[in-house]
């Protein structure tokens, strides 16, 4: 008898030590997370998003809950707090489309666009890190959650005056590093072509940000991101029976719609405007001179590669 006794509180002792919280601490949590879900989910729905974009509570919640930090990590709530996180980013990043900053007050503006740069910079596992299969987000992380994010709001041509005026010069060195390093990496297409949309975006309304990306080699990297699509286009109709007035109409082919192309045709332009870049445009003329001769490109981003020869040349 008295050994089944001890063997009892032996195994109580065991147990507890599996435990970090209370129950109560334990139901808080789940709490926490199925009220995330939900806003998540409603993200989803159409017309939900305008809605959403417009409670300023909502997006001062959202916004503390990306940049919520504890030097204790073993508080109750730190379990948690990670998945909150990514249904956070998937809700600004459903939401980042209708998101008009320019109508936002700063104390909300800033820690919004602060909060998605930092997670777009950050180099730690969190941030890098694929969700795992249980959050049906596969591929997704962190930072290509806040990338998109950014992508999106920067569309917005009310957003792109404002995004440069919230971002200091210190981290608009680290943003610019960051994109041109993932417009580089051919690996991650969807982060690449977001990266693009972003430097061109930037591009048009901060000449400061042009000249910070340029110190990164942008140029070159923006002319392979072409050059790419060029070539993948040029083995897939060497492939097919295609005739060259079809050409144009393909241009699902290279994997990156025309828009993306636009983008990163624009942003070349945007450098070779740039006078404090004018003796750095010359040596990748040549390169250039031959995506405005490609057959594979739409007229558009011919045109646009065109001025920028001219405005380079000047």
């Known amino acids: 008898m008295v050994q089944s006794i001890e063997y009892r509180r032996s195994a109580n002792l065991q147990e ?21 879900n939900i806003f998540r989910s409603l993200s ?5 998003d305008v809605i959403m ?6 997006l001062h919640t959202l916004s503390q809950m990306l940049m919520l930090k504890d030097s204790n990590s073993s508080k109750w709530w730190w379990n948690c707090l990670q998945v909150i996180r990514q249904n956070t980013l998937v809700v600004f990043s459903n939401l980042s489309g209708q998101l008009d900053v320019t109508l936002l007050p700063d104390d909300l ?45 920067s569309i917005l041509k009310n957003n792109q005056n404002t995004l440069s005026s919230i971002i200091s010069p210190a981290l608009a060195q680290q ?38 990306c340029y110190s990164n080699t942008c140029l070159s990297s923006l002319i392979r991101f072409i050059e790419d699509h ?6 897939r ?22 828009y993306i192309l636009c983008c990163a045709a624009e942003a ?31 007229s558009k981003v011919i045109n646009i590669l065109a001025q920028a020869l001219h405005d380079g040349s000047m």
């Open 53 to 58: 974009c417009k409670h300023l509570r909502l």
């Open 44 to 48: 989803f729905i159409v017309g939900n």
């Open 175 to 212: 943003l610019s590093a960051c994109l041109v390093e993932l417009v580089s990496n051919r690996m991650h297409v969807s982060s690449r072509e977001f990266a693009v949309v972003l430097i061109s975006n930037f591009f048009r309304s901060e000449k400061a940000f042009c000249e910070e």
């Open 109 to 153: 503006s800033r820690p919004i666009i602060e909060a998605l740069i930092y997670w777009c910079v950050c180099k730690c596992a969190e941030a890098v890190d694929v969700f795992p299969p249980s959050a049906n987000a596969p591929g997704l992380s962190m930072e290509k959650l806040a990338l998109e994010s950014l992508a999106k709001i």
């Open 230 to 235: 060029v070539s993948i286009v040029t083995v």
């Open 237 to 258: 109709l060497s492939t097919r029976k295609i005739s060259n007035e079809q050409r144009i109409d393909h241009e699902h082919l290279g994997g990156t719609s025309n």
């Open 268 to 298: 070349i332009a945007a450098l070779a405007r740039s006078i404090e870049n004018k003796e750095h445009f010359l040596p990748y003329i040549d390169r250039i001179l031959n995506l405005t001769m490609s057959r594979n490109l739409v």
């Open 16 to 36: 507890c030590c599996l435990y970090t919280q209370s129950e109560s601490d334990d139901e808080a949590s789940r709490r926490c997370i199925c009220i995330s």
